[in-house]
């Protein structure tokens, strides 16, 4: 783990510098070697060729000789080969492997013969057959030598005898070596330009991704007002146009998510998050069927005008606190809160098949919570505190409304004041709810219906219904 997490901190410009370095090492390693045993078999080749012609001619300069045993003739043959550049040794044989005239070496620029092996057999040189030519590579006294030897043939059928001649590689060899020096040092220059493109390679990936991880971590502080300036068009510009993209959009949902953050329970900010596009309309305006709660603390500005300014808050953002919380767990949406008052809306931004349900139930859960917090109070000599609740279901207008400098999600229309006026006919621990809320949940909750009553804005009076909620305390 521990060489696993250092390997991963190596920078990306050095794991490139390093991988084009061992890739440039065996390439030009592979390339110097194959270019090195391509020149040595060259040279071989043409070595072994220009042997092959003078032994060949030897042979044939020494066919009448070799008959008339005219040794001053051969032996001059053999001196002559000497003088050929490379040349090391030189021997005539006849068939017997008989020398007719002593060998002739060269030493330096000397030629001598070696008079001792003057008609001598000698049995330690390359067999040679019947109309076969023959090379190998020897050793003579440590230096390499290659040998070369052909038939002396009479009429160009029946051996007589054969020529061998001995070439020094030592050339061939030092000349290789400086074949070999000289690939080093290109490849010593070329390994200096390739590190030098290496390292500029690196740099040109490393400074835009640098710039990419100090992007995301500013975007993992809360920054979203990241853009990187994309200046290539390759897979690193593709990725900083991917990233510039992330950023606008993780800006979109954060500022959809501040939007609706104060409204909404969590569970529907989640929602919004994930599907930050299906709410952008939400926000630009739409009519949509919710319904509408209004709950309003009776009483309280009575109450306010014998309390300090301190406990008047302190009072007012308790209770609306608990009563924000029960419509939050039934997944509504705060709308406003309008002094004592709170308006709440079920089913945008978003809806739910039983969102008068939830409405309903919330208002009943919020009528209960105030009684026994009113048994509390009533316990430590304090005055109650109640709550009268309306509740109307009915066609809406919702989006961010007001000003450039201000904006709130609201919902307007004839439905939400219908549902201001209902509240209004509530007593503390009283919920009444329009018709439109009744029929769709009758079978849930015990009604009362009431007389119907005129309303503001309407022509014929309203049918209404309200729940008492059992075992309610208050005034």
């Known amino acids: 783990v521990l060489g696993y997490n250092l390997a991963m901190k190596i920078s990306i410009k050095y794991k490139i510098f390093g991988l084009i370095l061992i890739l440039l090492v065996i390439i030009m390693a592979i390339t110097g070697y194959v270019i090195v045993e391509q020149v040595k078999k060259s040279f071989l ?44 040794f030189a021997y005539i044989l006849d068939e017997k492997k008989y020398s007719p005239v002593p060998p002739a070496f060269k030493i330096g620029d000397s030629i001598i013969f070696k008079k001792e092996l003057f008609k001598k057999k000698i049995t330690n040189l390359l067999p040679v057959h019947e109309s076969s030519d023959t090379s190998a590579m020897i050793k003579l006294n440590g230096a390499p030598i290659f040998e070369i ?24 060899l030092a000349t290789s070596r400086k074949i070999q020096m000289l690939i080093i040092y290109i490849s010593i220059a070329g390994l200096i330009f390739g590190l030098v493109g290496a390292f500029l390679l690196g740099q040109y990936m490393v400074i835009p991704i640098s710039k990419l991880v100090e992007g995301v971590h500013e975007i993992g502080k809360g920054n979203f007002d990241q853009e990187i300036n994309v200046h290539t068009h390759d897979e690193i510009g593709e990725l900083t146009m991917a990233f510039n993209q992330m950023a606008k959009d993780l800006k979109e949902k954060e500022l959809i998510k501040d939007a609706f953050k104060r409204y909404v329970s969590h569970q529907v900010a989640d929602e919004i998050i994930k599907n930050p596009d299906i709410f952008k309309n939400a926000m630009r305006g739409e009519k949509k069927t919710v319904t509408v709660l209004f709950g309003d603390i009776r009483g309280f500005t009575t109450m306010s005008e014998k309390l300090s300014p301190e406990e008047v808050v302190s009072i007012l953002n308790y209770y609306l606190t608990e009563m924000t919380t029960i419509i939050f767990k039934n997944e509504g949406t705060i709308d406003k809160f309008i002094g004592d008052c709170i308006m709440a809306i079920f089913g945008a931004p978003i809806p739910h098949k039983d969102d008068v349900y939830r409405a309903v139930k919330s208002a009943v859960e919020i009528q209960y919570r105030m009684s026994d917090l009113n048994k509390e109070r009533q316990r430590n000599g304090m005055r109650m505190v109640n709550v009268g609740i309306g509740i109307n279901h009915g066609e809406a207008v919702v989006g961010n409304i007001g000003s450039k400098e201000r904006l709130d999600y609201t919902v307007i229309g004839d439905s939400v004041n219908t549902a201001s006026r209902i509240q209004g006919l509530a007593k503390g621990g009283e919920v009444v709810v329009s018709e439109s809320v009744y029929y769709q949940v009758k079978d849930a909750f015990t009604f009362i219906e009431m007389p119907p009553v005129k309303v503001k804005g309407k022509e014929k009076p309203l049918k209404v219904f309200k729940i008492k909620v059992e075992g309610y305390v208050g005034y």
């Open 45 to 88: 080749e043409e070595i072994k060729l220009r042997g092959l012609i003078l032994t060949k001619s030897i042979a044939y300069s020494a066919e009448d000789p070799m008959i008339q045993n005219d040794d001053l003739y051969l032996a001059q043959l053999v001196k002559d080969a000497l003088n050929h550049p490379g040349m090391i």
């Open 149 to 172: 030897a052909s038939p002396i043939l009479v009429g160009g059928r029946k051996k007589i005898g054969e020529v061998h001649l001995g070439i020094d590689l030592s050339k061939l």
